[in-house]
Protein backbone atom coordinates (compact mmCIF):
# COMPACT_ATOMS: atom_id res chain seq x y z
CA UNK A 1 0.00 0.00 0.00
CA UNK A 2 1.13 3.68 -0.86
CA UNK A 3 1.16 6.50 2.08
CA UNK A 4 -1.68 8.02 -0.17
CA UNK A 5 -3.84 4.99 0.31
CA UNK A 6 -3.88 6.05 4.14
CA UNK A 7 -3.58 9.69 3.58
CA UNK A 8 -0.27 10.11 5.55
CA UNK A 9 2.40 11.96 3.44
CA UNK A 10 5.68 12.59 5.59
CA UNK A 11 6.13 15.69 4.02
CA UNK A 12 3.24 17.84 3.38
CA UNK A 13 3.47 19.90 6.39
CA UNK A 14 7.35 21.44 5.06
CA UNK A 15 5.69 20.96 1.50
CA UNK A 16 3.07 23.22 2.47
CA UNK A 17 4.62 25.87 4.40
CA UNK A 18 7.99 26.56 2.20
CA UNK A 19 6.29 25.70 -1.23
CA UNK A 20 3.05 27.85 -1.17
CA UNK A 21 2.40 30.11 -4.28
CA UNK A 22 2.10 32.91 -1.33
CA UNK A 23 5.21 32.89 0.47
CA UNK A 24 5.30 35.10 3.49
CA UNK A 25 7.73 37.34 4.43
CA UNK A 26 9.14 35.20 7.19
CA UNK A 27 9.80 31.98 4.83
CA UNK A 28 11.64 34.21 2.23
CA UNK A 29 14.02 35.76 4.95
CA UNK A 30 14.60 32.22 6.01
CA UNK A 31 15.50 31.60 2.53
CA UNK A 32 17.50 34.34 1.67
CA UNK A 33 19.44 33.34 4.72
CA UNK A 34 19.74 29.43 4.24
CA UNK A 35 20.97 30.71 0.51
CA UNK A 36 23.62 32.90 1.98
CA UNK A 37 24.88 30.28 4.11
CA UNK A 38 25.02 27.96 1.81
CA UNK A 39 26.98 29.97 -0.27
CA UNK A 40 29.63 31.07 1.67
CA UNK A 41 30.20 27.37 3.23
CA UNK A 42 30.13 26.28 -0.46
CA UNK A 43 33.22 29.21 -1.05
CA UNK A 44 35.17 28.05 1.89
CA UNK A 45 34.90 24.10 1.09
CA UNK A 46 36.28 25.21 -2.60
CA UNK A 47 38.53 27.97 -1.86
CA UNK A 48 37.23 30.80 -4.08
CA UNK A 49 37.03 34.10 -3.24
CA UNK A 50 34.26 35.55 -1.23
CA UNK A 51 32.92 39.37 -1.50
CA UNK A 52 33.69 41.94 0.44
CA UNK A 53 31.96 41.84 3.62
CA UNK A 54 30.36 38.39 3.00
CA UNK A 55 31.35 36.35 6.44
CA UNK A 56 29.74 39.15 8.48
CA UNK A 57 27.05 39.11 6.70
CA UNK A 58 26.54 35.32 7.14
CA UNK A 59 27.16 35.43 10.91
CA UNK A 60 24.86 38.38 11.74
CA UNK A 61 21.57 36.27 10.43
CA UNK A 62 22.86 33.38 11.82
CA UNK A 63 23.08 35.23 15.39
CA UNK A 64 19.68 36.58 14.92
CA UNK A 65 18.13 33.15 13.97
CA UNK A 66 19.92 31.71 17.24
CA UNK A 67 17.30 33.13 19.79
CA UNK A 68 14.19 32.09 17.10
CA UNK A 69 11.41 31.00 18.74
CA UNK A 70 10.57 27.63 16.18
CA UNK A 71 13.37 24.92 17.28
CA UNK A 72 14.27 24.30 14.36
CA UNK A 73 15.65 27.23 13.26
CA UNK A 74 18.02 26.82 16.00
CA UNK A 75 18.77 23.51 15.56
CA UNK A 76 19.86 24.65 11.55
CA UNK A 77 21.97 27.16 13.54
CA UNK A 78 23.56 24.72 15.67
CA UNK A 79 24.11 22.33 13.18
CA UNK A 80 26.09 25.01 11.00
CA UNK A 81 28.40 25.97 13.94
CA UNK A 82 28.87 22.41 14.04
CA UNK A 83 29.94 21.78 10.61
CA UNK A 84 31.97 25.28 10.14
CA UNK A 85 33.91 26.71 13.21
CA UNK A 86 35.12 29.89 11.16
CA UNK A 87 30.87 30.94 11.42
CA UNK A 88 31.15 30.13 15.31
CA UNK A 89 30.52 32.93 18.07
CA UNK A 90 30.89 32.70 21.24
CA UNK A 91 27.12 35.01 22.55
CA UNK A 92 25.30 32.82 19.05
CA UNK A 93 26.52 29.49 20.88
CA UNK A 94 25.32 30.80 24.55
CA UNK A 95 22.14 32.11 22.94
CA UNK A 96 21.59 28.35 22.06
CA UNK A 97 22.56 26.94 25.12
CA UNK A 98 19.38 28.89 26.70
Known amino acids: M ?6 FHPHSQ ?10 TEEVR ?19 LPFQTGQKAKTITPLAELSGHEKWWLRLYVAQIMLNNRELRQPETIQRLKK
Open 2 to 7: LWADYG
Open 14 to 23: RDAYFYTKNK
Open 29 to 47: HFQLIGHEVSDYVYRMRYL
